[in-house]
């Protein structure tokens, strides 16, 4: 027993309640949409080295050499996520290599892949920039671990041949009903019959409940229920898929999650003392939103200052106009980083032959990182985790002021306008779209208004912010302090 342990790991198997199901079925096509914790990842490597090694106690019939793709979204995720598993399980490399049925090696380039000595192959391919890659192969399985798209999921489809085809997707649901929801689950409960007793379609789920032999004491309750928002936490604990509806920002409550006063009234020094992050949603058409989220030494986050304006177009603003602005607000809150919306590398309209980066550059703003719009649900979630009332005498991680610090004075507003406290408004506001268009993750498909300030806080979310002590000693510059816009003195109609 302790050579197999040692020789043969991938054969000390034992499948908990939610994956044994799993590896049962006959279907051509499996969903294991499980919660965090449970054990996917290593049942989807386990089928993959039944089926190299011919050895699937549950199909008998398979026998080497197969060949199959392991997909995941970005190749990073197959090196640092399913590798390991698959390096757990398989044979010592250096003294099984040269054994006949179970050697094997790793081999890089051209194509990542294992070549088994029985002939067999698995290659690894991600879905992000290379869905020519998943042309002209024919396949005996396909293991898809989380989301792909539903281009790679249909070349993946049409790559299985007759022999022993199969396909397999693990993945916890995060991103509410996607197109997976449509294409497997949905067919998975609605038409599983194919042809004689064989299904089409079969999908499962599992709970860390399941997996609580492999897990840490407490796991389930200290980092899934203390610390999700509902949502996040049926697909997290339970594997289950989410219809988003309603109010995103669900959790904000103007009683707990607003402070009655300026940032200078709290913080004497402000300022100094926090670190500030900002971030822009940049748009002439639409409202240009800058956020600034300002962390304190216990690393509370606050909302303390914002700059929005409505319609660029009604006061004749250009992206110029806007970016010396902006430097205004780095010279004066030093940020540790500012996050802009990936659109600025497109050709500004006023000055065509230069990007809107380079005005801002141009215009002396530094330390400008791109947002990263993939995993926006991700990110939503984080704002949400930030929002959730703890219990007392504890206070929610984010929190804003009532009155902003207004760097940039609003006086190019009229009336009420100039006054109002945008992010307030926006929370308020921000909602889900009451449906996602074509294969749009529902995760994806927020209302296309009232989502300004916040997308920059979204875009912040991404690079972790936090207290840094070195970012906290703001340096003044002579007649720097909350002022009105240097080119508009009159306030303009809308």
């Given amino acids: 027993m302790a050579k197999i342990v040692h020789y043969l790991p991938y054969r000390i198997y034992n499948p908990n309640d939610a994956q044994?199901?799993?590896?049962?079925?006959?279907?051509?096509?499996?969903?294991?949409?499980?919660?965090?914790?449970?054990?996917?990842?290593?049942?989807?490597?386990?089928?993959?080295?039944?089926?190299?090694?011919?050895?699937?106690?549950?199909?008998?019939?398979?026998?080497?050499?197969?060949?199959?793709?392991?997909?995941?979204?970005?190749?990073?995720?197959?090196?640092?996520?399913?590798?390991?598993?698959?390096?757990?399980?398989?044979?010592?490399?250096?003294?099984?290599?040269?054994?006949?049925?179970?050697?094997?090696?790793?081999?890089?380039?051209p194509n990542p892949r294992i070549e088994f000595n029985n002939n067999s192959t698995i290659y690894f391919k991600s879905c992000k920039g290379e869905e020519q890659s998943f042309e002209g192969a024919s396949l005996n399985y396909v293991w898809i671990d989380e989301e792909a798209t539903p281009a790679v999921y249909s070349a993946c489809s049409a790559r299985l041949s007759e022999k022993w085809r199969s396909m397999w997707m693990t993945l916890t649901p995060l991103h509410g009903m996607t197109w997976t929801y449509d294409a497997v689950y949905l067919k998975a409960h609605n038409n599983p019959i194919a042809s004689g007793e064989r299904f089409d379609f079969e999908v499962f789920h599992g709970t860390p409940y399941d997996n609580l032999a492999n897990l840490e004491p407490g796991y389930i309750e200290n980092e899934l229920i203390a610390k999700c928002v509902e949502e996040e936490l049926e697909a997290r604990l339970y594997g289950r898929f989410v219809f988003f509806a309603g109010l995103i920002l669900s959790e904000f409550n103007p009683a707990v999650h607003v402070i009655d006063a300026r940032p200078e009234d709290v913080f004497p020094d402000f300022?100094?003392?926090?670190?500030?992050?900002?971030?822009?949603d940049n748009a002439l058409a639409r409202p240009f939103a800058t956020v600034v989220l300002s962390v304190d030494r216990d690393g509370y986050f606050y909302i303390t200052d914002e700059y929005y304006v409505p319609d660029s177009r009604k006061l004749n603003w250009g992206y110029d106009d806007h970016a010396q602005n902006v430097k205004i607000m780095q010279d004066y809150y030093?940020?540790?980083?500012?996050?802009?919306?990936?659109?600025?590398?497109?050709?500004d309209p006023h000055s065509p032959k230069y990007s809107i980066m380079d005005i801002y550059r141009k215009r002396g703003v530094?330390?400008?990182?791109?947002?990263?719009?993939?995993?926006?649900?991700?990110?939503?979630?984080?704002?949400?985790?930030?929002?959730?009332?703890?219990?007392?005498?504890?206070?929610?991680?984010?929190?804003?002021?009532?009155?902003?610090?207004?760097?940039?004075?609003?006086?190019?507003?009229?009336?009420n306008m100039a006054e109002r406290n945008w992010a307030i408004w926006e929370?308020?506001?921000?909602?889900?779209?009451?449906?996602?268009?074509?294969?749009?993750?529902?995760?994806?498909?927020?209302?296309?208004?009232?989502?300004?300030?916040?997308?920059?806080?979204?875009?912040?979310?991404?690079?972790?912010?936090?207290?840094?002590?070195?970012q906290s000693r703001v340096m003044y510059r002579k007649g720097y302090g909350p002022k009105s816009s240097p080119r508009i003195s009159e306030k303009i109609g809308y």
């Fill in 271 to 280: 300022p100094r003392g926090m670190t500030h992050y900002i971030g822009i």
């Fill in 366 to 415: 530094k330390r400008l990182a791109l947002a990263q719009k993939r995993d926006k649900y991700k990110q939503i979630v984080t704002m949400k985790s930030w929002l959730k009332i703890p219990e007392a005498p504890d206070v929610p991680k984010l929190r804003v002021f009532r009155y902003p610090h207004r760097c940039i004075q609003q006086d190019f507003l009229p009336g």
């Fill in 427 to 470: 929370m308020q506001r921000w909602r889900w779209a009451d449906k996602p268009k074509g294969d749009k993750d529902h995760s994806e498909a927020e209302h296309p208004s009232n989502n300004h300030l916040m997308a920059g806080c979204r875009y912040i979310s991404k690079f972790n912010p936090r207290y840094r002590e070195n």
């Fill in 20 to 109: 044994r199901p799993f590896h049962e079925s006959q279907a051509t096509t499996r969903g294991f949409f499980t919660g965090n914790r449970t054990g996917k990842t290593r049942a989807g490597a386990q089928e993959a080295l039944w089926y190299a090694y011919g050895e699937h106690p549950y199909r008998p019939e398979i026998k080497p050499p197969t060949k199959g793709w392991v997909v995941t979204p970005v190749s990073e995720s197959g090196e640092t996520v399913i590798w390991p598993e698959f390096k757990k399980i398989l044979p010592p490399e250096n003294t099984m290599k040269d054994h006949p049925v179970y050697g094997w090696k790793r081999v890089m380039k």
């Fill in 334 to 347: 030093n940020p540790a980083l500012m996050v802009i919306d990936n659109d600025v590398n497109q050709p």
